[in-house]
């Protein structure tokens, strides 16, 4: 039998062709039935080497007469890490309604399916299963279950599985970690990853990723800091994705210079998502022209640009109102072989919309050779509010309609339009077509964070343990911006109600607060930092800048598309978003 494991040994690195011939040998000599453990090795190869084929290993599979474990374990292991993993979640039920074998591994590769299929209520199933076989006691299994639950977004089930955990390996910190991360609950995967050190984990790149992209997502900079220190002593900025995502980290948190500081220190390993990573945080930050130079050097440097490339590029040129630049860059894009999707027209309309060249943006959206998407007409609705255009919104407005966008951020948007001309009635209108589809107004919030604490703000919050002095320090702001000028814009004000009223709902917005915060709670001269989970409205933009002049600070305010650097009365954004 030897000879036959040099032969499988061979056919790893093997063609298909070779695997068949490796086949008919098993047939022709009998041993097809009869050797159950090369016959389980000739599925794997077929199942999940490089050179297999999944449908020739289920074939394969119904010629067996008794298929063993292994045998099902070899072919839904192929289909659960293959383009299709629900089938391997249905071979599984077939293996338990014919009362085959199931075991740890079976169970392990099918909520690995799970997890790629977004099958909660499956994996709920299984796990019953894992309990009533007795295989609870696997600490893989019991890793795998508890990453399925994370990647399905039941982060209660997942906490639950690793506290219940008598044993937990590097593996099981990591699906967490990344599990809170991903599942919109990054403070609490700072909070896990902190604790790692202090029970005496190590924190591998697995983890680092993580704990890194939670820091992305709350702009939570001196933590971003102190897990780059942490990668430089243990030296995993070896490792090309952990130092794109540093660069991410760094980009999302407001420092495009020290995104670019890592960048530069790569020197040669930069791989194209370190470059489209690079081009994406100046974009963010509006620095159009650095992106630009970025992508043409990437050009003179032999780095094919992709698709991914030429969207930041684009959404650079979007943020900065380089609108020439971007249109000659789109139409550039055919000659360079890279095919312009969806996204790529997307920008285009966005950029000439901000732009008020509404008719361009218009006939983009109607001659684009595929079908555009609700996010096309979102933009040119949302360009139709900032130049007034009324009749346009409202064909924009009917065409999102007809594409079942039930997003509250269109009819705001329409709101918006009808508001600016004082069209009440239709304001009314706009407002009861949204209750009789049950569409809900997403409401904004602002975090901020201060001595390592996250703190979140909605409009007219009073449920902060400071709120009685953040409200005192905006009845300050109140006076002081009046005193340069500042009128209220109050158009942004979507109600029919008296001007001092308006005033007033403007005063208490999420990010005013969280900037007021920021001012009691910080020391002079300190740079206040913001995230905001939508646009940031006009008023507060013109607030925010008067009082980075009156009160000495640099504010850097992030918002749903793009970075907002305000200092000495002026932003980076130059009054264009």
Same mark, same amino acid.
């Given at each position: 039998?030897?000879?036959?494991?040099?032969?499988?040994?061979?056919?790893?690195?093997?063609?298909?062709?070779?695997?068949?011939?490796?086949?008919?040998?098993?047939?022709? +000599?009998?041993?097809?039935?009869f050797c159950t453990s090369h016959?389980?090795?000739?599925?794997?190869?077929?199942?999940?080497?490089?050179?297999?084929d999944l449908s020739h290993a289920t074939r394969i599979f119904h010629q067996i007469q008794n298929p063993s474990t292994?045998?099902?374990?070899? !072919?839904?292991?192929?289909?659960?890490?293959?383009? @299709?993993?629900?089938?391997?979640?249905?071979?599984?039920?077939? =293996?338990?309604?014919?009362?085959?074998?199931?075991?740890?591994?079976?169970? +392990?590769?099918?909520?690995?399916?799970?997890a790629r299929a977004l099958a909660r209520s499956e994996a709920i199933q299984i796990h019953s299963q894992v309990l009533r076989f007795g295989f609870d006691?696997? %600490?893989?299994?019991?890793?795998?279950?508890?990453?399925?639950?994370?990647? !399905?977004?039941?982060?209660?089930s997942a906490e639950k599985m690793f506290d219940e955990m008598?044993?937990?390996?590097?593996?099981?910190?990591?699906?967490?970690?990344?599990?809170?991360a991903q599942g919109s609950r990054p403070s609490e995967a700072i909070a896990l990853f902190?604790?790692?050190? %202090? @029970?005496?984990?190590?924190?591998? @790149? %697995?983890?680092?990723?993580?704990?890194?992209?939670?820091?992305?997502?709350?702009?939570?900079?001196? @933590?971003?800091?102190?897990?780059?220190?942490?990668? =430089?002593?243990?030296?995993?900025?070896?490792?090309?994705?952990?130092?794109?995502?540093?660069?991410?980290?760094?980009?999302?948190c407001g420092f495009a210079d020290k995104a670019y500081r890592v960048f530069e220190n790569m020197g040669g390993r930069k791989s194209l998502v370190t470059w489209n990573t690079m081009i994406m945080a100046f974009g963010m930050h509006g620095d159009g022209a650095k992106a630009l130079e970025l992508f043409e050097q990437m050009g003179?440097?032999?780095?094919?640009?992709?698709? !991914?490339?030429?969207?930041?590029?684009?959404?650079?040129?979007?943020?900065?109102?380089?609108?020439?630049?971007?249109?000659?860059?789109?139409?550039? =894009?055919v000659g360079s072989g890279v095919r312009p999707n969806v996204k790529h027209y997307g920008s285009v309309v966005d950029l000439l919309g901000r732009a008020g060249r509404l008719k361009e943006a218009y006939d983009i959206i109607n001659y684009m050779p595929m079908f555009p998407d609700v996010v096309l007409w979102q933009s040119l609705l949302g360009a139709c509010k900032t130049y007034g255009n009324v009749e346009m919104a409202e064909f924009a407005s009917r065409k999102l309609l007809e594409m079942g966008s039930k997003s509250c951020g269109d009819f705001v948007l329409l709101s918006n339009v009808y508001a600016a001309r004082e069209r009440w009635n239709d304001v009314g209108r706009v407002r009861e077509a949204m209750k009789s589809r049950d569409v809900k107004k997403i409401p904004g919030f602002s975090y901020i964070e201060v001595d390592g604490v996250i703190h979140k703000f909605i409009n007219g919050d009073q449920s902060h343990a400071n709120w009685c002095e953040i409200y005192a320090k905006l009845d300050e702001i109140k006076f002081q911006v009046k005193a340069y000028g500042y009128v209220a814009e109050t158009n942004f004000v979507l109600h029919d109600i008296g001007q001092e009223e308006k005033e007033n709902a403007l005063c208490y917005h999420s990010e005013k607060l969280a900037v007021a915060f920021g001012l009691i709670s910080t020391s002079e001269g300190t740079p206040i930092q913001v995230i905001k989970n939508l646009r940031i409205c006009?008023?507060?933009?013109a607030v925010i800048k008067i009082i980075s002049k009156i009160y000495d600070r640099e504010i850097i305010v992030r918002d749903r598309a793009r970075f907002h650097r305000f200092k000495e009365g002026l932003c980076s954004c130059r009054d264009y978003w």
């Amino acid at each position: 039998m030897a000879y036959l494991d040099s032969l499988i040994q061979k056919c790893n690195s093997l063609s298909l062709t070779h695997i068949k011939q490796l086949q008919a040998h098993f047939i022709t +000599s009998g041993h097809f039935q009869f050797c159950t453990s090369h016959r389980t090795k000739l599925l794997e190869l077929c199942s999940i080497s490089p050179a297999g084929d999944l449908s020739h290993a289920t074939r394969i599979f119904h010629q067996i007469q008794n298929p063993s474990t292994n045998d099902w374990n070899a !072919v839904v292991r192929g289909l659960a890490s293959g383009p @299709e993993p629900s089938k391997a979640i249905s071979w599984y039920r077939t =293996m338990s309604r014919y009362s085959y074998r199931v075991d740890a591994l079976t169970c +392990s590769f099918t909520l690995k399916a799970c997890a790629r299929a977004l099958a909660r209520s499956e994996a709920i199933q299984i796990h019953s299963q894992v309990l009533r076989f007795g295989f609870d006691a696997d %600490v893989l299994l019991q890793t795998t279950l508890l990453d399925v639950y994370a990647k !399905v977004g039941d982060l209660d089930s997942a906490e639950k599985m690793f506290d219940e955990m008598s044993v937990r390996d590097i593996a099981s910190w990591n699906a967490l970690v990344s599990g809170l991360a991903q599942g919109s609950r990054p403070s609490e995967a700072i909070a896990l990853f902190k604790r790692m050190g %202090v @029970e005496g984990w190590k924190p591998n @790149e %697995v983890t680092v990723l993580g704990a890194l992209s939670a820091c992305s997502q709350l702009g939570a900079l001196k @933590e971003g800091e102190k897990i780059h220190g942490y990668i =430089m002593e243990q030296k995993l900025d070896m490792n090309v994705q952990v130092c794109n995502a540093v660069i991410d980290m760094y980009g999302k948190c407001g420092f495009a210079d020290k995104a670019y500081r890592v960048f530069e220190n790569m020197g040669g390993r930069k791989s194209l998502v370190t470059w489209n990573t690079m081009i994406m945080a100046f974009g963010m930050h509006g620095d159009g022209a650095k992106a630009l130079e970025l992508f043409e050097q990437m050009g003179i440097t032999g780095v094919h640009r992709d698709a !991914v490339s030429y969207l930041a590029a684009l959404c650079a040129c979007n943020h900065a109102g380089l609108v020439e630049d971007g249109v000659r860059l789109f139409d550039s =894009m055919v000659g360079s072989g890279v095919r312009p999707n969806v996204k790529h027209y997307g920008s285009v309309v966005d950029l000439l919309g901000r732009a008020g060249r509404l008719k361009e943006a218009y006939d983009i959206i109607n001659y684009m050779p595929m079908f555009p998407d609700v996010v096309l007409w979102q933009s040119l609705l949302g360009a139709c509010k900032t130049y007034g255009n009324v009749e346009m919104a409202e064909f924009a407005s009917r065409k999102l309609l007809e594409m079942g966008s039930k997003s509250c951020g269109d009819f705001v948007l329409l709101s918006n339009v009808y508001a600016a001309r004082e069209r009440w009635n239709d304001v009314g209108r706009v407002r009861e077509a949204m209750k009789s589809r049950d569409v809900k107004k997403i409401p904004g919030f602002s975090y901020i964070e201060v001595d390592g604490v996250i703190h979140k703000f909605i409009n007219g919050d009073q449920s902060h343990a400071n709120w009685c002095e953040i409200y005192a320090k905006l009845d300050e702001i109140k006076f002081q911006v009046k005193a340069y000028g500042y009128v209220a814009e109050t158009n942004f004000v979507l109600h029919d109600i008296g001007q001092e009223e308006k005033e007033n709902a403007l005063c208490y917005h999420s990010e005013k607060l969280a900037v007021a915060f920021g001012l009691i709670s910080t020391s002079e001269g300190t740079p206040i930092q913001v995230i905001k989970n939508l646009r940031i409205c006009g008023d507060c933009h013109a607030v925010i800048k008067i009082i980075s002049k009156i009160y000495d600070r640099e504010i850097i305010v992030r918002d749903r598309a793009r970075f907002h650097r305000f200092k000495e009365g002026l932003c980076s954004c130059r009054d264009y978003w």
